[in-house]
Structures are given as structure tokens and as C-alpha cells.
């Protein structure tokens, strides 16, 4: 990803498993690290694989600097190839290398009501991962949520090739991907199933992301827009990287990449009306029991109170 989003400033009320640290971001409590489990989303994959154990990608998946990200990383703390976070939603956690620094990732799958599954956020489809995706339904969606968050997509559209795939608006016309674009008037398409809305943020064009809510959980999932730093468990050489972001990064973002802020209020508004209670960010953990809109809205409290 070119630009990541600033680190979170939620209210302690809005954060009921968090806390902040003195910098104002977030700082959410972790499971204890099991002592000789070893961890990562690919140590479970290899896990769950049969014979020698290795979990190979379906096909090589370079990114843009050509090389192949298969590998653990500290974003995943149970070690699960796929893990249930409620009824109906699963998150897949694996490495996430940004400037080769390791800002973890996040692939969200929910269960719609025919029992096929929505994929927002693609990242490296394996072989026990598909095998996994295949007891829980037929993938039916896959979403490409923001123009940063790409290089997975066409590993999962050439292996689910009847389902819908989506991506930011414009984006496959510049780009001869094999997307369809996510609604930019924000109608939600038959293919989600009456349970999944989204924005479409047209005021930040760079990242051109859409964000999703799933109502009968009250959950919000979000790529770029919002993420969070866990208070443990993360290598000093990230947690560096992240003050460097608190410092230089944030007040870049907020400002420079909102191109109309009128728009962007009236986009912000939609998602604030959503409400819910669970935030699944692409990067940092996932907030369970919060007030949405309070952890939005101190998120962004600079550009809110303009
Ligand atoms: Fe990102």
C-alpha cells in the first residue's frame, strides 16, 4: 500500500478491550503468546496441510516489487488459518508488508443469508486456506476494497470465476482487471444478499475505498480508512514505523487526501448512521463491544470538527 491510515485515536469508552497510550492511538489488549505454538497465519496453514506439511500458494503471487509474500506474521495470535469472530463472519490473518515492514492484514468472509460467502479484502489464497472456504459455502463475492489493497485479486478471481468480483469504482476501466466496479451511488447489488451495505469514499480519489457494514452483525469493516495499533505482540521494527506514522503520516492523510470535504462529510455521515459495534480493520485487531461511531469520530476528530 502507497499510503496507510493513521493510527487509532478511539475514546476509551468507545474501546471497551483498549486503551490509549500517551500518543493518543489506541492501544488494544492481546491474548498472551501461547509459550512453543508457533504462530502465524502461515504456521497454521502448514498446520492444517497435509503430508510434509507445507501450504503452497495456488499460484505465485508477486507484488509489485516482484516478490512472493508467503510467510507468518505477528497479526495473527491464534495461530487459526481462519477464525470465527460471530455468527456468520471469519477473518483470515496473515502478513502485510508495507515498505517491507510488516503492518499485518486482514481478509473478512461473511456467511450471507443463501450461504455463500462475501471476501472483502483478498490477500494470499492457499490451498488449506480454499480447502477451509469450501467447508463454510461457495464464495460468491469478492470484493477489491480500496486501489491499494489489489495484489491478491487475481489469484482469488481466476479460482472462483462464477463469483462476483467488485473493485473501486473507475478502477477496472484504468486498470484491465477483471472487476466489476463496487456501486459508486452506494445501491447495494443483489450479490449481497439484502445484509452487507457500503460507501463509497469519491472524496479521497487516491484510495477510492468503500467501506462495508454487515447488519445482523453490526459489524464495519474497513481497509485503509481506519486501523489500529495492538499494544503487544508487535515487532519493535513495526512499532517504530507506527510513531513515525503518528507523527508524519496522519496529519498528511486527513488533509491532503480528502479532496472535497464537503463530500467526504456527507460519505462520513452515511457510515456514522450506521451505528454497530464491531470494527474489522484490514490492519490492527478487531474492536469487538465499541460504539462505532464514537471510535469513527475521534478517529478523525480534526476533520470532523471543521
Ligand atoms: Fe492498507
Not at 18 to 33: K, M, Y
Not at 152 to 175: E, F, M, T
Not at 241 to 256: E, H, R
Amino acid at each position: 500500500m502507497a499510503f496507510l491510515p493513521p493510527p487509532s485515536t478511539a475514546t476509551a469508552a468507545a474501546l471497551s478491550s483498549g486503551a490509549f497510550r500517551r500518543d493518543g492511538a489506541v492501544s488494544v489488549r492481546r491474548p498472551a503468546r501461547i509459550s512453543g505454538v508457533r504462530m502465524g497465519p502461515d504456521a497454521a496453514a502448514a498446520a492444517a496441510a497435509d503430508g510434509d506439511g507445507v501450504d503452497p500458494p495456488l499460484a505465485p503471487v508477486p507484488n509489485r516489487a516482484g516478490r512472493v509474500k508467503v510467510r507468518r506474521g505477528w497479526s495473527n495470535t491464534t495461530g487459526e488459518l481462519i477464525r470465527r469472530v460471530c455468527e456468520d463472519v471469519w477473518v483470515v490473518e496473515r502478513a502485510y508488508d508495507w515498505l517491507t515492514v510488516d503492518v499485518g492484514g486482514k481478509t473478512t468472509v461473511i456467511r450471507l443469508p443463501d450461504g455463500s460467502l462475501f471476501v472483502h479484502a483478498p490477500l494470499l489464497l492457499t490451498v488449506s486456506l480454499k480447502r477451509a472456504l469450501a467447508a463454510l459455502g461457495p464464495v460468491s463475492v469478492i470484493v477489491v476494497p480500496n486501489t491499494e489493497h489489489v495484489d491478491g485479486a487475481a489469484q482469488w478471481v481466476a479460482s472462483y470465476p462464477d463469483a462476483v468480483a467488485l473493485g473501486p469504482p473507475g478502477y477496472a476501466a484504468r486498470s484491465g482487471k477483471p472487476l466489476a466496479d463496487v456501486p459508486a451511488d452506494n445501491t447495494p447489488p443483489p450479490s449481497f444478499g439484502g445484509v452487507i451495505e457500503h460507501t463509497f469514499f469519491g472524496s479521497m480519489p487516491l484510495f477510492s475505498e468503500s467501506v462495508f457494514f454487515h447488519r445482523p452483525s453490526g459489524t464495519l469493516l474497513t481497509t485503509d480508512l481506519y486501523w489500529n495499533w495492538p499494544s503487544a505482540g508487535v515487532p519493535a521494527r513495526t512499532r517504530f514505523f507506527a510513531a513515525g506514522m503518528d507523527w508524519v503520516y496522519k496529519p498528511v492523510y486527513q488533509a491532503l487526501l480528502v479532496r472535497d470535504k464537503g463530500r467526504w462529510a456527507e460519505e462520513m455521515g452515511r457510515v456514522l448512521a450506521w451505528g454497530g459495534g464491531r470494527i474489522i480493520p484490514c490492519h490492527g485487531d478487531v474492536l469487538e463491544g465499541v460504539d462505532v461511531p464514537a471510535v469513527l469520530r475521534a478517529h478523525y476528530a480534526s476533520l470532523l470538527r471543521e
